[in-house]
Nanobody, 121 residues
Framework: QVQLVESGGGSVQSGGSLTLSCAASGYTGSRGCMGWFRQAPGKEREGVVTIRSDGTATYRDSVKGRFIISRDNGKNTLYLQMSSLRPEDTAMYYC???????????????WGQGTQVTVSS
């Protein structure tokens, strides 16, 4: 059984930093795509960044230059370093893992429970 557990969320002021972690157990998809998604109240869940097994990352425009994704396949852990945080980054952040090597949304069938990030102005 695959389990993804996020941690590292919290409340920060605008301009602050946070690092999220996602520990994956039971996930043998070292070649699979992983990613971070977020959902703000009243909004649809959106992709923040995905990373393939070769390290190729794709960021949404609004976080480019501020967020950095990384994965440690040996530790089965995914990270998201977030800096220069803005109030509009406030959301529940979810870790997800795909059964595919590509990063298309339908492949993400494993999801964590989410960790809240709140950025105040």
């Amino acid at each position: 059984q695959v389990q993804l557990v996020e941690s590292g969320g919290g409340s920060v002021q605008s301009g602050g930093s946070l690092t999220l972690s996602c520990a994956a157990s039971g996930y043998t998809g070292s070649r699979g795509c992983m990613g971070w998604f977020r959902q703000a109240p009243g909004k649809e869940r959106e992709g923040v960044v995905t990373i393939r097994s070769d390290g190729t990352a794709t960021y949404r425009d609004s976080v480019k230059g501020r967020f950095i994704i990384s994965r440690d396949n040996g530790k089965n852990t995914l990270y998201l370093q977030m800096s220069s945080l803005r109030p509009e980054d406030t959301a529940m952040y979810y870790c997800a893992a795909s059964v595919a090597t590509t990063c298309q949304r339908p492949g993400f069938i494993y999801w964590g429970q989410g960790t809240q990030v709140t950025v105040s102005s």
